[in-house]
C-alpha cells in the first residue's frame, strides 16, 4: 500500500486529492509534451497561408510574440521538469495558469471568440483536473471563464460590436467548468483504482513471500521438475533429506531408484506413493503430484523421513495410551516400593546363606530397573512447558562438557568440542538441552567408545541452521536397529528402558528442533538441528 510520503497533494486548495508521485509526473510530462506540440502548430500557422486568413493583420505582432513566449515557457519548463527545480504544485498550476493566459492572447489576436481558439483552454482546464484536481480545477475553470468574458469585455470596450458573442461566451464558460468536473472525477476514479492495483500487488508480493517462507521451512522436502527429470526448484527440507548441500540437474544424479520411481508413477498414476532408499539416507516416503500449467507441464515431489513418519503414527498410539501408562505407573509404585523394602530387610536377616543374598541383590537391582522405567513414564506424563533462552554454544557446551565429567567420574579427556565461527546464537531450554546431550553422551561412551580416538561434540551450520552432532567412531547399527531407533521401549541393552532417545527426541521438538542419526563410515553421528535466535524472531 502506499504511504503518504509517495503521494502527493499538488493544490492547497484541494482536500482529499493524492495521486501517486510517479503517475503524478508521468501526467505533468505528457502536457509539457502537449505544450510542445500546440506551440510548434501555432508557429507553423503564422509561417503557413492558411495563418494569413486566420490572424488578424493588426495582431500579427501580438500572434508572434504569444506564439514564441509559449515555446520559449515550454522548453524552459521541460528543464525544469526533468531537473525537478520546482515542486509538482508549483510547476502544475503555473503550467495550467500560463495556458489559459497565453491562448487568450492567440484567440484574441485570431479574431476573438468566433476563432474557435478558446476552445483550446477546454483541455487546458480538463488537465487542471487531471493534474490538479479539487478546488483548482473549479479555480482555473474560473479563470478561463474571467479571461473569456474579458475579452469580451475589450472588444466590447474598443467598439468592435460585431466581434462580441456573450452567449458563446457563456456556453465556453460552462464548458469549463464541466470539463473541470468530469475531468476531477475522472482522476479520482483513476487514483483509486492506482491505489487498489497497488495494495492488490503489494498483497500478492506479501503472499508470495509468505509462500516461500512456508516451503522453504517446511518438514517436507519439495522439488519441482520436468518432465526430463529436470529439477527447477527445491526447499531446504530436500537438502537436508538427501543430505547435500545442493541438488544436481535431473532425479537420476540423486539416485537412480529416485528416477525409477518417477518412471513408474509416470506409468501409472494411481500408485502415487512410494518408499524409496537413497544411498548414505534414511528410507523416504516420495509423493508424485503433476503441476499442469498453461505452456508447461510440470511435477512436484513430497519427499518425508520414513523415521519421522513413523514416529507420528508411533505418537498417535501412544497419545491415547499416555493417560493409562501414567496411572498404571502410580499404581505399580506402590507395591514395587513394598518389595524394595522388603527385599532390603530381608538381605539384613544374619541367618541368610550366600545364595539367598544374591537373590535379594537380584530383587534390588530389578526393583530400581523398574523404578527407572515408572520414572521414565512419569516424565513423559508430566512433561513441562519449554523455557527457551539464548544460548551461546562456543561457551555453554564447554561448561556442560565440564559438568557431565564430574557427574560421571572417570569419563574425562574422551570429548573433543569444536564450534564453527559462523554458527549463531540458539534459543533452547537448557535443562532440555542437558537431558539431550547427557543421553547421547552416554550412549557414545556405552555404545561406540574406542580407546585413542575421542567422541566429538562438533557444531557446524548445516543448510543455515545450527546442527549439533554427536559422533562416535564405534561399530555401526544395523539397518533393522536404526529403523527402530527413536521408538519407546526399543532397546539393545538389558539395562536399559529404551526410552532414553525417544525421550531426546520429544524435548527437541519441543524446542523446535529436530533430532536425528547419520551413520558413517568409520561410525555414528547423532544430528540436532537447532533453531537460531535470529531466525525465530522472524514473526509471520
Excluded at 476552445?119 to 484536481?133: D, H, K, Q, R
Excluded at 466581434?163 to 460552462?174: D, H, K
Excluded at 530436500?238 to 525409477?260: K, M, V, W
Excluded at 513430497?302 to 501408562?325: E, F, H, I, P, W
Aim: glycine letters at 6%; a negative charge.
Amino acid at each position: 500500500m502506499l504511504s503518504d510520503a509517495n503521494m502527493l497533494s499538488p493544490c492547497p486548495f484541494s482536500k482529499g486529492y493524492k495521486i501517486p508521485v510517479r503517475q503524478a509526473w508521468f501526467l505533468l510530462k505528457s502536457f509539457y509534451v502537449y505544450r510542445l506540440i500546440l506551440s510548434g502548430l501555432f508557429l507553423s500557422l503564422y509561417y503557413s497561408r492558411i495563418g494569413q486568413l486566420i490572424i488578424l493583420p493588426e495582431y500579427t505582432r501580438l500572434y508572434l510574440l504569444t506564439s514564441f513566449s509559449y515555446l520559449g515557457m515550454t522548453l524552459i519548463g521541460w528543464v525544469f521538469i526533468f531537473k525537478r527545480v520546482a515542486s509538482y504544485a508549483a510547476q502544475a498550476q503555473l503550467l495550467v495558469f500560463t495556458d489559459i493566459f497565453l491562448i487568450t492572447l492567440i484567440m484574441h489576436a485570431c479574431g476573438g471568440i468566433a476563432s474557435g481558439v478558446g476552445a483550446l483552454m477546454l483541455v487546458s482546464t480538463a488537465a487542471g483536473g487531471l493534474l490538479i484536481g479539487g478546488r483548482c480545477a473549479m479555480l482555473f475553470a474560473a479563470i478561463a471563464s474571467l479571461f473569456i468574458f474579458a475579452e469580451q469585455a475589450y472588444v466590447f470596450r474598443m467598439g468592435d460590436f460585431k466581434n462580441a458573442y456573450y452567449s458563446y461566451a457563456g456556453m465556453l464558460g460552462a464548458a469549463f467548468f464541466t470539463i473541470a468536473m468530469l475531468s476531477y472525477f475522472l482522476a479520482k476514479r483513476t487514483e483509486q483504482t492506482a491505489l487498489i492495483t497497488s495494495q492488490q500487488q503489494e498483497t500478492i508480493i506479501s503472499l508470495e513471500e509468505l509462500n516461500q517462507y512456508i516451503i522453504q521451512n517446511m518438514q517436507s522436502g519439495i522439488i519441482i521438475t520436468d518432465q526430463q527429470q529436470r529439477i527447477t526448484r527445491y526447499n531446504h527440507a530436500c537438502q537436508r533429506l538427501l543430505g547435500r548441500n545442493s541438488l544436481p540437474e535431473t532425479l537420476a544424479d540423486i539416485s537412480l531408484s529416485f528416477a525409477h520411481a518417477f518412471e513408474q508413477w509416470a506409468a501409472n498414476p494411481s500408485k502415487d506413493f512410494l518408499r524409496i532408499s537413497v544411498p548414505g539416507q534414511a528410507d523416504l516416503h516420495v509423493h508424485f503430484t503433476s503441476l499442469p500449467t498453461r505452456h508447461a507441464l510440470f511435477f512436484m515431489i513430497t519427499l518425508d523421513d520414513v523415521a519421522l513418519y513413523n514416529q507420528r503414527v508411533q505418537q498417535g498410539k501412544l497419545a491415547s495410551l499416555g493417560m493409562l501408562t501414567a496411572n498404571i505407573a502410580h499404581e505399580i509404585r506402590n507395591p514395587l516400593g513394598a518389595i524394595s523394602h522388603a527385599g532390603q530387610l530381608l538381605a539384613e536377616c544374619p541367618k541368610l546363606s550366600g545364595a539367598d543374598l544374591r537373590l535379594t541383590e537380584i530383587i534390588q537391582a530389578h526393583a530400581l530397573r523398574v523404578n527407572s522405567i515408572i520414572e521414565d513414564i512419569l516424565q513423559l506424563s508430566r512433561r513441562t512447558d519449554s523455557k527457551q533462552e539464548r544460548i551461546h554454544l562456543a561457551t555453554w557446551l564447554p561448561e556442560y562438557l565440564a559438568i557431565f565429567e564430574v557427574e560421571n567420574r572417570g569419563q574425562t579427556n574422551q570429548f573433543n568440542i569444536s564450534v564453527a565461527e559462523e554458527v549463531q546464537d540458539i534459543l533452547f531450554d537448557p535443562g532440555h538441552l542437558t537431558q539431550i546431550l547427557n543421553n547421547l553422551c552416554e550412549n557414545a561412551l556405552k555404545y561406540g567408545y574406542i580407546p585413542d580416538q575421542d567422541i566429538e561434540l562438533k557444531v557446524t551450520t548445516f543448510f543455515n541452521q545450527a546442527c549439533l552432532q554427536v559422533i562416535d567412531h564405534g561399530q555401526n547399527m544395523s539397518k533393522a536397529t536404526i529403523e527402530h531407533l527413536f521408538e519407546p521401549f526399543f532397546t539393545t541393552s538389558n539395562s536399559g528402558t529404551g526410552l532414553g532417545l525417544y525421550i531426546s527426541r520429544e524435548l527437541a521438538e519441543l524446542n523446535q528442533a529436530s533430532l536425528s542419526y547419520q551413520a558413517l563410515a568409520d561410525g555414528s553421528c547423532f544430528r540436532l538441528y537447532l533453531a537460531s535466535a535470529e531466525q525465530n524472531e522472524i514473526k509471520l
